[in-house]
């Protein structure tokens, strides 16, 4: 029996391959793995590479602009960037406990969370995800994808803000007190807990990168299928939810990251010992 095959690509370039065949019926596909372009020095390039390059271009971009145009009086957009920066800052005050330890940290927090609201924001743009690029290996992939879709972005990112807590905590109570709260041999119960400790340090390159990757590859799966059942109905408010819930998946990335700083920099038993 002769099979039709047809390659489609979602509003959010979600790869949905339709599959006809005149005694099976017709599936839909969903391209789990982030699609490679090509090559660069042994190294591949993936679509969601491309498009974080170009997040990072984008939020440098609106920084470069809109920083040189601080002014005392100011106007409507930078009141309004004063205003979300002034909260977040009080924010972290308030949670850190320490103006000190805000402003050390702040420039971390705001950045994972630009980055990934921006990321998971961009790619409902119109016409991303029907842009296509001829690899080298003859097969037409979408040339970008979001970004939280590959699950090695967010393991990257994961790896990151693991690597900022654990150094909050050495930095703040010094490598054998912080190293203490994980090997105590004070006695057979806080030898447990420590190990417990240890393994929930571990967890979280689990549990943060797959919350991400799940929550946004779920969403773009879900668009993809109703925007191939339901085509003109049903994608445009699923997509203004899913730019909300990407929003959203950016401030609570954030928060946890922040929640755990708090917790790194404090002693056991709730002591609390600030760096300076």
Not at 63 to 75: D, E, F, H, N, Q
Not at 243 to 272: C, D, R, S, Y
């Amino acid at each position: 029996m002769a099979t039709e095959k047809a390659v489609e690509y979602a509003a959010d370039g979600a790869l949905i391959e339709h599959v006809g065949e005149e005694s099976h019926g017709s599936g839909i596909h969903i391209a789990l793995a982030a699609e490679e372009l090509g090559t660069a020095a042994g190294i591949p390039i993936t679509n969601t590479l491309v498009m974080s390059l170009i997040v990072f271009a984008m939020l440098a971009a609106v920084a470069v602009r809109y920083g040189r145009k601080i002014s005392l009086i100011p106007g409507r957009v930078q009141a309004l960037l004063e205003l979300l920066v002034e909260g977040a800052y009080d924010y972290m005050t308030t949670t850190l406990e320490s103006r000190d330890l805000a402003r050390k940290y702040f420039p971390l927090i705001m950045t994972i969370f630009l980055f990934i609201a921006a990321a998971n924001v961009v790619h409902f743009v119109p016409g991303i995800g029907s842009l296509t690029f001829d690899n080298s290996h003859g097969e037409t992939v979408p040339l970008l994808r979001s970004v939280n879709t590959d699950l090695n972005a967010t393991l990257a990112l994961t790896i990151i803000a693991v690597i900022a807590i654990e150094v909050a905590g050495v930095a703040a109570l010094g490598f054998f007190a912080y190293a203490g709260k994980f090997i105590n041999f004070s006695s057979p119960l806080n030898f447990i807990v420590g190990l417990i400790e240890l393994v929930s340090e571990v967890s979280r390159l689990v549990s943060f990168s797959f919350r991400l990757f799940g929550n946004i590859f779920a969403g773009e799966v879900l668009i993809g299928v109703v925007g191939f059942f339901v085509p003109y109905l049903l994608p445009v408010p699923l997509m203004a939810f899913e730019t909300f819930v990407g929003i959203l998946q950016g401030i609570v990335f954030a928060m946890l990251v922040l929640f755990f700083i708090k917790l790194a920099i404090m002693m056991p038993h709730g002591e609390h010992k600030e760096a300076h």
